[in-house]
């Protein structure tokens, strides 16, 4: 029996690092496609949970338009929002969570993808270099999709109009349940420092809550 076709951003992700795995070069065209859907499909589960964004700015297959209304929203760009809960003595890191943004450059790489989802107007042998650099622009939209998902922040922490009180959508990795993430991210006897990086760190801190296919 076939295993259903997922449809998360991870999902997409996975299947196209697999392609890109293969030798075969008509795996990369298959690669584009997943990567493609995978940049739109983590814009839309940013744009998804947030109650206040209408139905017609979430849906949509032209990145560039999911883009400006991620923008318009979230208003951070492309830097990476941490969200760290600190103990109030002792200034120890609790719990920190990362807002790993679909970065303007990404866009841009997914919107280049959609060149090869259409009939090829030059034959390129295999010896051609062609193929070379093709491999490399998978490649690399492939690890940049990775950094977006790394995050299980959807969006930075809105501030409710009219209060002091902070709203969240936050996705739960796999082997942590609710109430054990609610435990550390709130208490009486903890502060938050919010920074906006801009690029994610190249090493997390063990506290980070991250999703582990990104680890």
């Not at 400006?68 to 003595?89: P, Q, Y």
């Not at 107007?121 to 950094?147: C, G, M, Y």
């Not at 550390?184 to 980070?208: F, M, Q, S």
Request: some cysteine; aromatic content about 8%.
């Amino acid at each position: 029996m076939n295993a259903p076709y997922r449809i998360g951003s991870r999902d997409y992700l996975e299947r196209a690092e697999a392609r890109l795995r293969q030798s075969s070069l008509h795996a990369l065209f298959y690669a584009a496609f997943e990567l493609r859907c995978g940049i739109e499909a983590r814009m839309e589960e940013y744009l998804e949970v947030w109650d206040h964004i209408a139905e017609s700015k979430k849906r949509g297959w032209r990145i560039a338009d999911l883009g400006k209304n991620i923008e318009r929203e979230f208003r951070t760009g492309d830097s990476v929002v941490r969200w760290a809960v600190l103990d109030r003595t002792t200034r120890a890191l609790i719990i920190c969570l990362y807002h790993t943004p679909v970065t303007r450059e990404l866009r841009k790489r997914g919107e280049k993808l959609g060149n090869y989802m259409h009939s090829m107007k030059q034959f390129h042998p295999v010896d051609d270099a062609w193929w070379n650099v093709f491999r490399q622009e998978i490649a690399a939209t492939t690890s940049d999709l990775r950094s977006a998902n790394v995050g299980t922040l959807l969006g930075p922490p809105l501030m409710k109009a009219g209060t002091k009180q902070v709203k969240m959508s936050v996705e739960i990795p796999p082997g942590l349940d609710h109430d054990a993430l609610m435990k550390r991210l709130v208490g009486e006897n903890v502060i938050v420092d919010v920074k906006y990086l801009p690029t994610l760190p190249k090493v997390l801190e063990p506290e980070a809550s991250v999703w582990p296919y990104a680890s």
